[in-house]
């Protein structure tokens, strides 16, 4: 489990960034306590949405259509 500022030196983004994508692509996450913990397949989704953000230059909303039309809706 990746705490979220491991997580977001990993992807080289900021830490409210690392939240804001949490929330906006729906990456499962855990608690303990007042911390955000991450599997390792969370940050393998969370590399997909710096792709397709980032290097793709997808806005939100079509990143989040493109990963539903790759996850058949089971994202």
Same mark, same amino acid.
């Given at each position: 489990?990746?705490?979220?500022?491991?997580?977001a =030196?990993e992807?080289? /983004?900021?830490?409210?960034?690392?939240?804001?994508?949490? *929330?906006?692509? $729906?990456?499962? @996450?855990?608690? &303990?306590?007042?911390?955000?913990?991450?599997?390792?397949?969370?940050?393998? =989704?969370?590399?997909? /949405?710096?792709?397709?953000?980032?290097k793709?230059?997808? *806005?939100?909303? $079509?990143?989040? @259509?493109?990963? &539903?039309?790759?996850?058949?809706g089971?994202?």
């Open positions: 489990m990746l705490r979220i500022g491991d997580v =030196r992807l080289d /983004v900021t830490i409210p960034t690392v939240r804001f994508w949490s *929330s906006a692509f $729906h990456i499962p @996450l855990e608690r &303990q306590g007042n911390q955000r913990r991450y599997r390792q397949d969370a940050l393998g =989704r969370l590399r997909l /949405v710096k792709q397709l953000l980032y793709e230059k997808y *806005s939100i909303e $079509h990143a989040r @259509l493109h990963i &539903q039309q790759l996850s058949s089971a994202w």
